[in-house]
Nanobody, 124 residues
Protein backbone atom coordinates (compact mmCIF):
# COMPACT_ATOMS: atom_id res chain seq x y z
CA UNK A 1 0.00 0.00 0.00
CA UNK A 2 1.18 3.50 -0.77
CA UNK A 3 1.25 6.04 2.02
CA UNK A 4 0.99 9.69 1.09
CA UNK A 5 1.64 12.87 3.05
CA UNK A 6 0.79 16.26 1.60
CA UNK A 7 2.14 19.58 2.87
CA UNK A 8 2.68 23.19 1.89
CA UNK A 9 -0.84 24.57 1.96
CA UNK A 10 -1.74 27.90 3.47
CA UNK A 11 -3.68 31.12 3.16
CA UNK A 12 -2.66 33.48 0.38
CA UNK A 13 -3.99 36.46 -1.52
CA UNK A 14 -5.20 36.19 -5.10
CA UNK A 15 -2.29 36.33 -7.50
CA UNK A 16 0.21 34.82 -5.09
CA UNK A 17 1.93 31.45 -5.28
CA UNK A 18 2.27 28.30 -3.20
CA UNK A 19 4.30 25.14 -3.56
CA UNK A 20 2.78 21.87 -2.38
CA UNK A 21 4.76 18.74 -1.62
CA UNK A 22 3.71 15.11 -1.49
CA UNK A 23 5.89 12.44 0.07
CA UNK A 24 5.15 8.87 -0.93
CA UNK A 25 6.28 5.75 0.92
CA UNK A 26 5.44 2.09 1.04
CA UNK A 27 5.03 0.31 -2.28
CA UNK A 28 5.48 3.56 -4.12
CA UNK A 29 7.14 2.22 -7.17
CA UNK A 30 4.26 -0.06 -8.03
CA UNK A 31 2.87 3.09 -9.60
CA UNK A 32 4.58 4.84 -12.50
CA UNK A 33 2.76 8.12 -12.03
CA UNK A 34 1.63 10.57 -9.41
CA UNK A 35 -1.27 12.95 -9.45
CA UNK A 36 -2.66 15.92 -7.58
CA UNK A 37 -6.33 16.31 -6.84
CA UNK A 38 -8.40 18.89 -5.02
CA UNK A 39 -11.75 19.09 -3.32
CA UNK A 40 -13.42 22.41 -2.77
CA UNK A 41 -16.12 22.85 -0.12
CA UNK A 42 -19.36 21.30 -1.28
CA UNK A 43 -17.83 19.93 -4.49
CA UNK A 44 -16.55 16.59 -5.68
CA UNK A 45 -12.87 15.81 -5.75
CA UNK A 46 -11.32 16.69 -9.10
CA UNK A 47 -8.11 15.78 -10.89
CA UNK A 48 -5.66 18.67 -11.11
CA UNK A 49 -2.40 17.37 -12.56
CA UNK A 50 -0.41 14.19 -13.14
CA UNK A 51 3.12 13.26 -14.09
CA UNK A 52 5.28 10.17 -14.51
CA UNK A 53 7.90 9.54 -11.85
CA UNK A 54 10.47 10.02 -14.61
CA UNK A 55 9.38 13.65 -14.79
CA UNK A 56 7.80 13.56 -18.22
CA UNK A 57 4.28 13.31 -19.49
CA UNK A 58 2.75 16.02 -17.32
CA UNK A 59 -0.97 16.63 -17.83
CA UNK A 60 -3.02 19.45 -16.35
CA UNK A 61 -6.69 20.14 -15.93
CA UNK A 62 -7.86 23.02 -18.08
CA UNK A 63 -8.66 25.05 -14.99
CA UNK A 64 -4.99 25.15 -13.92
CA UNK A 65 -3.14 24.86 -17.21
CA UNK A 66 -0.56 27.59 -17.58
CA UNK A 67 -0.66 28.45 -13.88
CA UNK A 68 0.30 25.20 -12.11
CA UNK A 69 3.44 23.17 -12.67
CA UNK A 70 3.97 19.63 -11.39
CA UNK A 71 7.39 18.10 -10.86
CA UNK A 72 8.71 14.82 -9.50
CA UNK A 73 11.81 13.80 -7.58
CA UNK A 74 12.17 10.09 -8.10
CA UNK A 75 15.06 9.74 -5.66
CA UNK A 76 13.17 11.46 -2.84
CA UNK A 77 9.82 9.84 -3.71
CA UNK A 78 8.35 13.32 -3.66
CA UNK A 79 6.21 15.26 -6.08
CA UNK A 80 5.54 18.96 -6.09
CA UNK A 81 2.83 21.26 -7.33
CA UNK A 82 3.92 24.82 -7.99
CA UNK A 83 0.79 26.94 -8.01
CA UNK A 84 1.04 30.44 -9.46
CA UNK A 85 -1.50 33.20 -10.03
CA UNK A 86 -3.77 31.62 -7.47
CA UNK A 87 -7.43 32.56 -7.58
CA UNK A 88 -10.23 32.17 -5.02
CA UNK A 89 -11.62 29.29 -7.08
CA UNK A 90 -8.42 27.38 -6.33
CA UNK A 91 -9.44 27.21 -2.68
CA UNK A 92 -9.64 23.53 -1.76
CA UNK A 93 -8.00 20.69 0.09
CA UNK A 94 -5.30 19.28 -2.16
CA UNK A 95 -4.44 15.57 -2.22
CA UNK A 96 -1.92 13.44 -4.04
CA UNK A 97 -2.06 9.81 -5.08
CA UNK A 98 -0.20 7.22 -7.13
CA UNK A 99 -1.27 5.41 -10.26
CA UNK A 100 -0.03 3.14 -13.04
CA UNK A 101 -0.30 5.98 -15.54
CA UNK A 102 -1.44 9.58 -15.83
CA UNK A 103 -4.47 8.35 -17.78
CA UNK A 104 -5.37 6.09 -14.86
CA UNK A 105 -4.99 8.96 -12.42
CA UNK A 106 -7.33 11.10 -14.53
CA UNK A 107 -9.91 8.34 -14.09
CA UNK A 108 -9.30 8.17 -10.35
CA UNK A 109 -7.75 4.70 -10.64
CA UNK A 110 -5.42 5.37 -7.74
CA UNK A 111 -3.15 2.99 -5.82
CA UNK A 112 -2.81 4.65 -2.44
CA UNK A 113 -5.02 5.49 0.48
CA UNK A 114 -6.06 9.11 0.50
CA UNK A 115 -4.08 11.20 2.95
CA UNK A 116 -5.25 14.15 5.03
CA UNK A 117 -4.51 16.57 2.24
CA UNK A 118 -3.25 20.10 2.60
CA UNK A 119 -5.62 23.06 2.66
CA UNK A 120 -5.19 25.98 0.31
CA UNK A 121 -7.21 29.11 0.87
CA UNK A 122 -7.04 31.99 -1.60
CA UNK A 123 -8.64 35.26 -0.59
CA UNK A 124 -9.66 37.95 -3.04
Amino acid sequence: QVQLVESGGGVVQAGESLRLSCGASGRTVTGRAMGWYRQAPGKEREFVAGILWSGVGAFYADSVKGRFLMASDNLQNTVYLEMNSLQPEDTAVYYCNAGISVAALKSFATLGSWGQGTRVTVSS
